[in-house]
Nanobody, 123 residues
Framework: VQLQASGGGLVQAGGSLRLSCAASGRTVSGYNMGWFRQAPGKEREIVATISWNGRMTYYPDSVKGRFTISRDNAKNTVYLQMNSLNPEDTALYYC?????????????????WGQGTLVTVSS
């Protein structure tokens, strides 16, 4: 599975961005998908994950109510809608895929990774 993340950019605090993760090489309809981010000097952290059928999602408290993950299996694409962005959201954002019976929140549990897309939020 190859994953290609896109949609990052520079946005002012309070603004919105929509990230996309397009998969190729294999359908990801059977995979749980996650979005992670990594800021300079910090560990990679989960920001959202969605089950293979879209019925279950998970968000950490830091983004709950502001970020929404969704997927379109027909397009082999996963999205991350980010609203009310603040400078603390500045990071390189990655999409990832794993096949398992439950949602995972640790990076080590994911098998496939995209290259990352940079999100910069100015104050």
């Amino acid at each position: 599975v190859q994953l290609q993340a896109s949609g990052g950019g520079l946005v002012q605090a309070g603004g919105s961005l929509r990230l996309s993760c397009a998969a190729s090489g294999r359908t990801v309809s059977g995979y749980n998908m996650g979005w992670f981010r990594q800021a300079p000097g910090k560990e990679r952290e989960i920001v959202a994950t969605i089950s293979w059928n879209g019925r279950m999602t998970y968000y950490p408290d830091s983004v709950k109510g502001r970020f929404t993950i969704s997927r379109d299996n027909a397009k082999n694409t996963v999205y991350l809608q980010m609203n009310s962005l603040n400078p603390e959201d500045t990071a390189l954002y990655y999409c990832a895929a794993e096949m398992g019976p439950i949602l995972h929140t640790k990076a080590a549990d994911y098998d496939y990774w995209g290259q990352g897309t940079l999100v910069t939020v100015s104050s």
